[in-house]
């Protein structure tokens, strides 16, 4: 008896072992699926748009949580405040960078970065201490959920790197920030959590969490506001939201065409439906991502056309059916 128990403790053991060792393994297999089907082997200094526009910077924002602060990735450089600058990208997978900007806490396992190889510059006394210390990297936005800070720091980052950057990355002088979160609903507890306290206290966690990301992130909001209506700064902006209507935001000139592209029973249901759906770690139906891609496209492009006076024809406003084919082509 006590053999046969023994035998199924220790194999229970191996087991929960092996399940975390698996669990922990997650964000690999994201990474590995991005290789197979985005891109390749390719390194992070093939990020961009090669024979195309050369003023067009594809930033990958990070969150590194060490340090509590941002790490971004870019085809010519990665840079940290407190590790400092570093060229060596061609050392980096694309696949890797993309992986751990996008490690959403709790759905994928924080990415280990060496640096001793990646020959960090420091800039100063600040950065002397930690650049061969690893970068722990998450997704992005647990620093930085309004995607604005590479653009509100780049004067500094310019002023204190003038070689690395000031050659490369423009001054910004208009910012399209695209926020997908919706403010706080109502949201009631369920009976479980009504009723069992210790369910309760779970449940009043992850709200906690909620609470806090809903109020940082209405704070970012009115701050960008802010500083996009005082001269000071040089720089305007405008927010992209997921409930925004196209129809509503459209210009006068391009009302028409968002009206007749319309799906069946108007843009409200469409944005309704994006409004709600909830970030999943599940597979995403191709017809709602496509919609959900197609709703986003059209409020930016009236946006523009609408806030910054961008020149835009009807014909750059797709049918879902043209848009649809554009991708998948």
């Known amino acids: 008896m006590l053999p046969a128990l ?41 990020l961009g748009s090669k024979g ?11 969150t590194e949580i060490q340090s509590g602060l941002h790490a971004f990735f870019s085809d010519g450089f990665m840079y940290s405040y407190v590790f400092g600058i570093s060229s060596n990208t061609h050392s980096v997978p694309l696949a890797f960078a993309v992986q751990a900007s ?13 640096t001793k190889s990646l020959g960090f510059q420091s800039a100063g006394e600040l950065t002397v201490g930690y650049r061969r210390q690893p970068l722990i990297l998450m997704d992005g936005g647990v620093y930085d959920n309004m995607a604005d800070q590479w653009f509100v720091g780049l ?10 950057f000031s050659s490369r990355i423009e001054p910004v002088d208009h910012l399209i920030v695209a926020n997908a979160s919706t403010g706080w609903v109502w949201q009631p507890l369920g009976w479980l959590a009504q009723t069992i306290h210790t369910v309760r206290e779970a449940a009043a966690l992850g709200r906690i969490f909620g609470v806090l990301y809903n109020t940082l992130g209405r704070r970012r909001r009115s701050h ?8 000071d700064f040089g720089e305007k902006g405008v927010f992209v939201e997921v409930n925004d209507d196209p129809e509503q ?33 599940r597979k995403v139906p191709r017809q709602t991502c496509l919609e959900i891609m197609w709703h986003a496209y059209v409020v930016t492009a009236v946006t523009l056309a609408r806030f910054f006076a961008v020149p835009t024809s009807n014909e750059e406003i797709p049918t879902f059916d043209a848009f649809s084919a554009r991708l998948l082509d």
């Open 249 to 281: 935001r459209a210009p006068d000139a391009l009302r028409q065409r968002v009206a007749d592209i319309a799906p069946t029973g108007g843009w409200r249901p469409l944005v309704e439906r994006s409004r709600v759906y909830p970030t999943v770690l």
């Open 52 to 62: 195309q526009d050369d003023r067009v910077s594809h930033i990958i924002c990070a």
């Open 102 to 114: 996008t490690a959403l806490p709790g759905g994928f396992a924080p990415r280990r970065l060496p």
């Open 155 to 164: 004067s500094d980052r310019r002023d204190r790197w003038p070689n690395e």
């Open 6 to 46: 023994a035998t199924a403790s220790i194999a229970a053991v191996v087991t929960a072992a092996l399940a975390l060792v698996a669990f922990g393994r997650r964000s690999r297999v994201a990474e590995k699926a991005m290789r197979q089907v985005h891109f390749g082997d390719k390194p992070l200094s093939d």
């Open 224 to 231: 960008l506001n802010d500083r996009w209506r005082c001269d």
